[in-house]
């Protein structure tokens, strides 16, 4: 007979308590732990109840203020049960009065195991658009998952969060796993940790088990999935589709039961780990209840609640900031599509939610006026006050990036409108085939016409022109160039699993026998219209000129007539629209945005400008150059990435090129001179 296995601790925390005698207690008085959601607000939820923590207060079960900053609501619930079981087990006592050698063993055959339940939305958002866009190349996966997903979102949505600090929290250096995102993760856990013992690779183990928190996109995911009641809950439904969310964690301190002896330790409970042929056994000191009466207790409490259907789709959070819609910021441009609520006209209420036709054009145009607002702020400030730029936008950047903190509480925001995710890119946002080289041929035709409008203009003011052979050649290399991308973009086919989903959606959805191209993505579309309606502003118009001069000589320009300063305010305005569509693509493609996207961006901005020609001194700079610069970044990370470079390489080399760039214009214009 194998050695008992004894539960020296315990603990928990859930809808219906924060130990485990009152949630024993509520299940025996037939107490249902379900209740209206007070957490958020949840005005368009299509479920309104849930077994919720009641009144949660993250500093109240962790109190490390720290750590709230960095995890999630499921990591601190089961940090939370994994403390009160190693207190209850008294570890630290026990650990306090042994010597340093026996302190330093009782850590290491001290182990760890926890199980995160399924469906943990928030670390899955990030990275699924990602794997959409791969098509199957893990290798292409890997290289943008590495320069997409910066550190701090690592540390944020890492499924170990529980494991590392309640082994750090607790001094515990044992054999340990993590079991992530699976339905029964907790009892993993527990056959972990009992294997664990059974095999002598440690004396004791922290079995730990923490689920899904209620959050707005993890309620309609599952609603979504049809997992959720809509009406009533059927607790017992074989079909899975009367459940409700119910958050929380719980722990076991299991130890065998000679190291218990040894230790004196506090024995709650025990466990056999049986034969193959036999089932494992649990039992509790205390309780005098059997596993049948427990059962329809449950089922009594369960069927005592009930849930609310609702029409809309939205789901809103409270004291959301959709109602500002987002900043020009990548972190923010998420908020106002995503949280955008009811707005009530008198005498007319209209609804804006989720996936409604107008909805996500509407948090767009939001998002481009307060991009406008900020810059003009910004621009204000420097072209007015007289402030110097690097202070008020490096200023405004540690301003804004806290500002987002505050509004969002650290939460991540997803997921996206699915009308909105057309200008992620990606099979569903691209042109397809037919549009593709309708654009292509447009192009074409440009070119051919821009050739034959310079040869005219310097033919009109007697200027040298180039041989008409050169032209033909500059023509048809452009041309050639750009519908071979053309080519290339539509040799990208919609994977068959989209296509699937589509078909039983849609059984009057067309596919082509060859199948459907992808074609130019939607950003690259946005790219090349900001691209020529910026060259257009910067070499055709008088604002464009101005701000040239001013870059040059500011002195020269302002004694010459212009209004440098109100041309400066311009330009920051400018900007900010442009940054509100940067940060509406960017969230759009990682399909929601957390709080650290954006990190890092201006350096690599910088390098593409000097790189791309443009000077520190001003007046000089094209935006061809700048886009051409942009790529030239991009490539060279793409490139470092996908030779197997960490991340600290490649900014090791991002600096080196910048600093290089820099160093190049310098000695241009010391030439010059």
């Given at each position: 007979m194998r050695e008992r296995v004894v539960i020296t601790g315990t603990g928990a925390v859930s809808g219906a308590g924060r130990d485990p005698a009152s949630m024993l207690g509520a299940i025996l008085e037939g107490r249902s732990a379900i209740r209206a959601i007070e957490g958020w607000d949840t005005t368009g939820w299509p479920v309104t109840h849930a077994a919720e923590i009641p009144a949660f207060n993250a500093r109240a079960l962790v109190d490390d203020r720290k750590l709230h900053k960095f995890i999630r609501r499921t990591d601190l619930v089961g940090i939370y049960a994994g403390d009160r079981a190693a207190e209850a087990a008294g570890y630290a006592a026990?650990?306090?009065?042994?010597?340093?050698?026996?302190?330093?063993?009782?850590?290491?055959?001290?182990?760890?195991?926890?199980?995160?339940?399924?469906?943990?939305?928030?670390?899955?958002?990030?990275?699924?658009?990602?794997?959409?866009?791969?098509?199957?190349?893990?290798?292409?996966?890997?290289?943008?998952?590495?320069d997409t997903v910066n550190p701090m979102w690592l540390l944020r949505t890492l499924p170990n969060n529980v494991l590392c600090h309640v082994g750090i929290r607790n001094r515990l250096k044992g054999t340990n796993a993590c079991i992530t995102n699976h339905s029964v993760g907790g009892t993993l856990a527990v056959i972990e940790a009992l294997e664990a013992l059974r095999t002598g690779e440690a004396d004791r183990a922290l079995a730990i088990g923490h689920d899904t928190p209620i959050e707005p996109q993890n309620v309609l995911y599952y609603h979504e999935c049809g997992l959720l009641g809509a009406n009533r809950l059927r607790p017992f439904d074989a079909s899975r589709s009367g459940s409700l969310f119910g958050e929380g964690a719980g722990a076991f301190a299991l130890e065998t039961q000679t190291a218990a002896r040894e230790r004196r330790a506090p024995v709650v409970g025990s466990t056999r780990w049986a034969s193959s042929r036999a089932p494992a056994t649990m039992s509790s000191s205390g309780a005098s209840t059997t596993t049948g009466a427990i059962s329809r207790r449950i089922r009594r409490t369960s069927t005592s609640a009930r849930t609310a259907s609702t029409r809309a789709r939205a789901?809103?959070?409270?004291?959301?900031?959709?109602?500002?819609?987002?900043?020009?910021?990548?972190?923010?441009?998420?908020?106002?599509?995503n949280r955008l609520g009811s707005v009530t006209m008198s005498p007319i209420a209209v609804t804006i939610g989720v996936d409604t036709a107008y909805g996500w054009l509407l948090a767009l145009a939001i998002g481009l006026a307060l991009g406008v607002l900020i810059g003009a702020l910004q621009g204000f400030i420097i072209a007015y006050i007289g402030i110097p730029s690097f202070v008020v936008t490096l200023g405004g950047l540690l301003i804004f990036?806290?500002?987002v903190w505050v509004i969002s509480g650290g939460a991540t925001q997803a997921p996206n409108d699915k009308q909105f995710g057309v200008m992620a890119g990606g099979p569903e946002g691209s042109l397809g085939g037919p549009?593709?080289?309708?654009?292509?041929?447009?192009?074409?035709?440009?070119?051919?016409?821009?050739?034959?409008?310079a040869r005219r203009q310097r033919r009109r003011f007697n200027f040298p022109v180039r041989p008409?052979?050169?032209?033909?050649?500059?023509?048809?290399?452009?041309?050639?160039?750009?519908?071979?991308?053309?080519?290339v973009a539509n040799s990208y086919k919609w994977p068959q699993g989209l296509v699937d989903r589509h078909l039983a959606e849609d059984p009057g959805f067309h596919v082509p026998p060859g199948g459907l191209d992808s074609g130019i993505p939607w950003p690259i579309v946005m790219l090349l219209a900001v691209t020529v309606l910026m060259t257009i502003l910067a070499t055709r118009r008088r604002f464009g000129r101005y701000v040239f001069a001013i870059g040059g000589n500011p002195e020269a320009a302002e004694l010459g007539g212009i209004n440098t300063r109100w041309t400066v305010m311009k330009t920051y305005i400018l900007m900010g629209v442009l940054c509100a569509i940067s940060a509406a693509i960017t969230s759009a493609r990682l399909n929601g945005a957390s709080n650290d996207v954006g990190e890092g961006y201006e350096l690599y901005v910088i390098a593409a400008a000097v790189i791309g020609g443009t000077s520190f001194a001003g007046g000089i700079g094209t935006i061809s150059g700048a886009v051409l610069g942009a790529m030239v970044m991009y490539t060279?990370?793409?490139?470092?990435?996908?030779?197997?470079?960490?991340?600290?390489?490649?900014?090791?080399?991002?600096?080196?090129?910048?600093?290089?760039?820099?160093?190049?214009?310098?000695?241009?214009?010391?030439?010059v001179r």
């Open positions: 026990h650990r306090e009065s042994l010597s340093p050698e026996a302190s330093a063993q009782f850590a290491d055959r001290t182990g760890i195991y926890v199980g995160s339940g399924g469906g943990a939305f928030e670390n899955q958002y990030d990275y699924f658009p990602l794997m959409s866009e791969a098509h199957g190349d893990l290798v292409k996966f890997g290289s943008d998952l590495a789901v809103a959070a409270r004291d959301s900031p959709a109602r500002t819609a987002f900043t020009a910021s990548s972190r923010t441009s998420r908020l106002a599509r990036r806290g500002m549009l593709s080289w309708a654009l292509g041929i447009v192009f074409c035709v440009a070119i051919v016409l821009l050739l034959v409008y008409i052979w050169a032209e033909i050649v500059i023509g048809v290399i452009g041309c050639a160039v750009t519908l071979a991308a053309v080519f060279l990370k793409y490139g470092l990435s996908f030779i197997g470079l960490e991340s600290p390489i490649q900014d090791i080399v991002a600096g080196i090129v910048l600093i290089i760039a820099v160093g190049f214009d310098t000695l241009n214009r010391r030439r």
